[in-house]
C-alpha cells in the first residue's frame, strides 16, 4: 500500500517552456503532499507543502510565482515550473502521507528529472 | 547548529560488516523519527520507523535516545545491495508537521 505515483519521470525541455508535473496517491487519500528538489551529490531541499483544498505553504526563498502548486483533491497534486531555464534543471520529487496522523511516515514518487536546455 | 545532521560519510565496510549511523536533531519537541534510504538517482524509500523502545527489521535495528537527541541506525552483516544514502527524517509535534531532512550518510558495501 501507500504507493505514490510522479509523472513525467524525465522532461527534456527548451528554456522558457512551462512544465507541469504530476503527483498521485494512488490507494490512499493525501491531506498533505510536500514538494522537493535535489541537486547532484545534495540533500533533499523542501520547496512547499501542498494542503488539499488550500495555498501551498512555500520555503523561504522558493518563488510562488515560479512554482505554482495545485492540489485539487486528496490524491492529486501538481507542480507547475513556469518559464523554466537551466538553472531549474534538478530533481523534483513529491511526497504524500496518508491520513492527518503526523506519525505516519511519508511515501514519495519516483521523482522526476528535469533538463533544460 | 542544523536542526538534523549526519555524517555524510561515506561509510566503506566490507561485505557482512556490521555499521552504525547516527543522527543527531536539535529540536527537542521532536515527535516521531525515521529512516529512509535512497539509490543513487532515485526517490527516497522508507527503511523503518524509529519507535522510542527501539525496533528491528532483520538486518537493521533503530534506536531512539531522546536524552542525548540522536537515533541510530545498525546495519548487520551488511550485502553489496546496502550500498546507499541513508537519510534520518525528523518530526516536530504541532505546527505543520513538516518533516526535517538529514543530508544523508553514504554506504559503500565492498566485496
Known amino acids: 500500500g501507500a504507493v505514490v505515483s510522479q509523472h513525467p519521470s524525465w522532461v527534456i525541455c527548451k528554456s522558457g517552456t512551462s512544465v507541469k508535473i504530476e503527483c498521485r496517491s494512488l490507494d490512499f487519500q493525501a491531506t498533505t503532499m510536500f514538494w522537493y528538489r535535489q541537486f547532484p551529490k545534495q540533500s533533499l531541499m523542501l520547496m512547499a507543502t501542498s494542503n488539499e483544498g488550500s495555498k501551498a505553504t512555500y520555503e523561504q526563498g522558493v518563488e510562488k510565482d515560479k512554482f505554482l502548486i495545485n492540489h485539487a483533491s486528496l490524491t492529486l497534486s501538481t507542480l507547475t515550473v513556469t518559464s523554466a531555464h537551466p538553472e531549474d534543471s534538478s530533481f523534483y520529487i513529491c511526497?504524500?502521507?496518508?491520513?492527518?496522523?503526523?506519525?505516519?511516515?511519508?511515501?514519495f514518487g519516483d521523482g522526476t528529472r528535469l533538463s533544460i536546455l | 547548529r542544523k536542526e538534523v545532521e549526519q555524517d555524510p560519510g561515506p561509510f566503506n565496510v566490507p561485505e557482512g560488516a556490521t555499521v552504525a549511523f547516527n543522527c543527531t536533531y536539535s529540536?527537542?519537541?521532536?515527535?516521531?523519527f525515521f529512516w529512509y534510504r535512497q539509490d543513487c538517482r532515485k526517490e527516497p524509500k522508507l527503511l523503518m520507523s524509529v519507535y522510542s523502545s527501539g525496533n528491528e527489521d532483520g538486518r537493521f535495528t533503530a534506536q531512539l535516545n531522546r536524552a542525548s537527541q540522536y537515533i541510530s541506525l545498525l546495519i548487520r552483516d551488511s550485502k553489496l545491495s546496502d550500498s546507499a544514502t541513508y537519510l534520518c527524517?525528523?518530526?516536530?509535534?504541532?505546527?505543520?508537521?513538516?518533516?526535517?531532512f538529514g543530508r544523508g550518510t553514504s554506504l559503500i558495501v565492498h566485496p
Open positions: 527524517v525528523v518530526r516536530a509535534s504541532g505546527g505543520s508537521y513538516i518533516p526535517t
Open positions: 511526497s504524500a502521507r496518508a491520513g492527518s496522523d503526523s506519525n505516519q511516515p511519508q511515501h
Open positions: 529540536n527537542s519537541a521532536s515527535q516521531s
